[in-house]
């Protein structure tokens, strides 16, 4: 079994102020990890994922994941916050072990990020 | 714009009756997936093919709902006797490989008065 927990519903920051969107994951394999951001009426676009390797991984405009086994967390951050960055935020997470694993992903319930100008 | 296409974006029917969306997933990707979203959540996977090979299937796809994907490419899911707790957002995804991640299309919204 497979779950992930986005423990904030809302997160607000100021512009120009560092931001991260908390998520902690649950799966019996190794976890391949991902988050997704969605607009208004607009289906989820990829940011970034972890397989394997460094465990900070860097994705699209800006943001970045640091993987932190121990702790089965995939926090979402990003240095400094644009009002342009307001959006629903998704955690997901698959069980990516070679023999027995899932193309499935479960996501998170989506953390809603407010920047402030 | 990440290349998968739904028809249609919205769809308002009457309780019982039968409703059919398709997804044109990107030409290259081998799986496709469907997802059903609700104001609050995530996404909740449907089912799943892999070329036409409809793999997977979740519980929360009753007898009621039938996915297709014929020849590997485009894919249809129907809702026959359509209920109003079907009233919901449909996303289509498709992915290649076996760490891809997904490609959603703009999913289309059904609403069942």
């Known amino acids: 079994a497979q779950s992930v927990a986005q423990p904030e519903d809302q997160v607000n920051v100021a512009e120009g102020n560092p931001l991260t969107v908390k998520c902690t994951y649950s799966v019996s394999g190794n976890p391949y990890l991902f988050w997704y951001v969605q607009y208004p009426n607009r289906g989820l676009q990829f940011l970034l994922k972890?397989?394997?390797?460094?465990?900070l991984v860097k994705g699209s405009y800006g943001f970045e994941a640091e993987f932190n086994k121990s702790q089965t967390s995939f926090h979402l951050k990003k240095p400094s916050a644009l009002v342009s960055d307001s959006a629903l935020y998704f955690c997901?997470?698959?069980?990516?072990?070679?023999?027995?694993?899932?193309?499935?992903?479960?996501f998170g319930r989506g953390t809603s990020l407010i920047v402030h100008p | 714009d990440t290349g998968v296409s739904q028809n249609p974006r919205h769809k308002i029917t009457k309780r019982g009756q039968n409703v059919t969306f398709r997804c044109d997933p990107i030409?290259?990707?081998?799986?496709l997936y469907w997802y059903r979203q609700t104001l609050g959540q995530g996404p909740e996977f449907l089912t799943y093919f892999q070329n036409e090979a409809q793999l997977e299937k979740s519980r929360l796809l009753s007898d009621r709902f039938s996915a297709e994907r014929p020849k590997g490419s485009f894919s249809t899911l129907e809702i026959q006797r359509t209920e109003q707790g079907d009233s919901a957002m449909y996303l289509c995804?498709?992915?290649?490989?076996?760490?891809?991640?997904?490609?959603f299309g703009p999913g289309t919204r059904l609403t069942v008065l």
């Open positions: 997901a997470v698959r069980d990516g072990t070679a023999s027995g694993g899932s193309y499935i992903p479960t």
């Open positions: 972890y397989i394997t390797g460094d465990n």
């Open positions: 030409s290259e990707h081998n799986r």
């Open positions: 995804a498709s992915s290649r490989g076996t760490g891809g991640e997904q490609f």
